[in-house]
């Protein structure tokens, strides 16, 4: 990469792309939106997907565009809308061989200041010819922890056949996220569905019909590599998101539905809807299609690592450690073992996990899991009684997946390592779980909580069983009594973390898809067992 300062005469403006929710009474969107940019086109490079940042830090952060046809990325900076004295960033070439995508890295920014950027795409044989300029804007992360830090995180979105719905205002929850104007957001994973089917029209209950904004991509299961693409570009045909995109940097984790529901490395699929069984096939060509449109640090193309799990150091007050609970796994399965040392998470990740907790000097450390620890979430896809998550209904001592966790909850407390909070999604409903070693068969461990949201755009569901392994207790639920409730049926949610520069309090609010707060929990730094 290579950059140059610059003042660049091109007017700041922002560009989002109309009509998508107010498309035709048939809701089909044309062949030529979400399918490979033909090279024909005449005029210059759009980026009609609007344009994302994420993975941002003190002095850096990704920007991410997709263009309709070969172009050249350009970014440029400045610490105003006017784009006056701006700096100029020359990204990659954008091809086929990424789906048009691109990721910007930008470094040597100003801490814990407001950046704006606005990407061009400029015509690889003519860089004079540009596109119009879509624009966006984020915070870097602070030095000093004075401002605080503020952000959200939920997960699960376009689930069970539920997208975007013109009727139902798009995905509305990112409007009401937007509001919040939050320093960054960490989705907890199912990005996408790649797996679940749009159809145009779904029953409801009250004899009433769900519309589907809907393409040829999200017509099937996704197997291909093309049809993975399409399903990422689906969620960005919603102006919310868009909007959302271009305001507030991300931290993405993916968990199952991006490539199928329940996978495990070594899987082969019975699922009738696949003529590709081989679940590793399928994860590859998902893998590929996640680090094509997410700006995530350890996936972008050329990326040394590799990898999802990560850790993404937010000032002093906070450290936001990424897990993946998909790449390392053992096979589904009862989860009774007495021995277990691949786990959930792998050996590799578990001692990469416990050296930078130890390694980490953040007044908080944010563990963002894609699967809860303490509910049982089974996984009954091929009739048998196996379990998706940790754990696994025996209240006991741990078994299975459980033994990863209790040496990693010694290690915390033997380590003396505090201010640790567990985030999570995954199981379509919300809820704060505490977990205290009296209430637990496992009690070499100091108290900890864990915070559920979602999701953002899908089904919900009743609430989980929890597992007394840990001792969870519930201090707060909010779930549907029946499975897979609409989203016109409420039971969208988000939540939102805010830490206080002055006092160090870390402030947890779970919070309804319109933004009504549903419960508080306030967090004291330094302390266990809260």
Not at 154 to 178: C, E, H, R, V
Not at 342 to 370: C, P
Request: glycine content about 10%.
């Amino acid at each position: 990469m290579s950059d140059s300062p610059s003042s660049s005469p091109l007017p700041a403006r922002r560009s989002v792309l109309r009509g998508s929710l107010a498309a035709s009474a048939a809701l089909a969107v044309p062949a030529t939106v979400g399918t490979a940019p033909a090279f024909t086109l005449s005029g210059r490079p759009k980026a009609g997907w609007g344009v994302q940042s994420g993975d941002v830090s003190a002095h850096s952060g990704l920007v991410w565009v997709r263009s309709d046809r070969p172009a050249r990325m350009v970014v440029e900076t400045s610490a105003t809308e006017s784009f006056r004295k701006a700096r100029r960033w020359h990204g990659p070439l954008l091809g086929p061989g990424t789906d048009f995508t691109g990721t910007t890295r930008l470094r040597g920014l100003p801490a814990g200041e407001q950046i704006h950027y606005r990407v061009l795409l400029a015509d690889p044989d003519d860089p004079r010819r540009t596109g119009e300029p879509v624009t966006g804007t984020f915070r870097t992360a602070p030095l000093g922890r004075r401002d605080g830090v503020r952000f959200l995180w939920s997960g699960d979105l376009a689930g069970q056949g539920w997208g975007i719905n013109p009727d139902f205002g798009g995905y509305t929850i990112f409007k009401a996220m937007a509001g919040l104007d939050p320093d960054f957001f960490l989705h907890s994973g199912d990005t996408i569905y790649a797996d679940g089917p749009i159809s145009a029209t779904v029953p409801l209950p009250d004899g009433t019909t769900w519309r589907n904004i809907t393409t040829e991509e999200k017509s099937k299961v996704a197997e291909t590599l093309a049809e993975f693409r399409g399903n990422f570009r689906y969620n960005l045909l919603d102006e919310h998101l868009k909007a959302f995109n271009a305001q507030v940097p991300s931290i993405v984790q993916w968990d199952d539905h991006e490539v199928t529901n329940n996978w495990y490395p070594g899987e082969t699929l019975t699922d009738t809807r696949y003529t590709e069984k081989n679940v590793d096939v399928l994860a590859s060509r998902a893998r590929q299609a996640f680090g094509e449109y997410f700006p995530i640090s350890t996936l972008r193309p050329g990326a040394k690592e590799g990898r999802v799990h990560r850790v993404l150091r937010h000032g002093p007050l906070l450290d936001v450690f990424v897990l993946d609970m998909r790449t390392y796994r053992n096979a589904n399965s009862p989860d009774t073992q007495t021995t277990d040392p691949q786990g959930i998470l792998g050996a590799e990740q578990l001692e990469w996990l416990k050296r930078e907790l130890s390694r980490s000097r953040a007044v908080w450390k944010v563990i963002a899991s894609d699967m809860p620890l303490g509910l049982v979430v089974p996984d009954t896809g091929d009739g048998k009684p196996n379990i998706e998550a940790v754990a696994q209904g025996d209240p006991g001592a741990p078994l299975g997946r459980e033994l990863q966790i209790a040496e990693l909850l010694r290690f915390i407390k033997h380590r003396r390592i505090t201010g640790t909070v567990w985030l999570t999604a995954d199981v379509h409903y919300t809820s704060a779980q505490h977990y205290q070693p009296s209430r637990a068969a496992f009690t070499d461990f100091e108290p900890f909580w864990e915070f559920v949201s979602g999701p953002l755009n899908a089904g919900a569901f009743p609430a989980n069983a929890l597992d007394n392994t840990f001792g969870p207790e519930r201090a707060f639920v909010k779930a549907p009594t029946v499975a897979n409730v609409s989203p016109a049926g409420g039971y969208q949610f988000f939540g939102e973390v805010d830490i206080d520069g002055g006092s160090g309090e870390l402030t947890v609010r779970l919070c309804e898809q319109d933004g009504t707060v549903l419960y508080t929990k306030v967090l004291q730094p330094g302390q266990v067992g809260q």
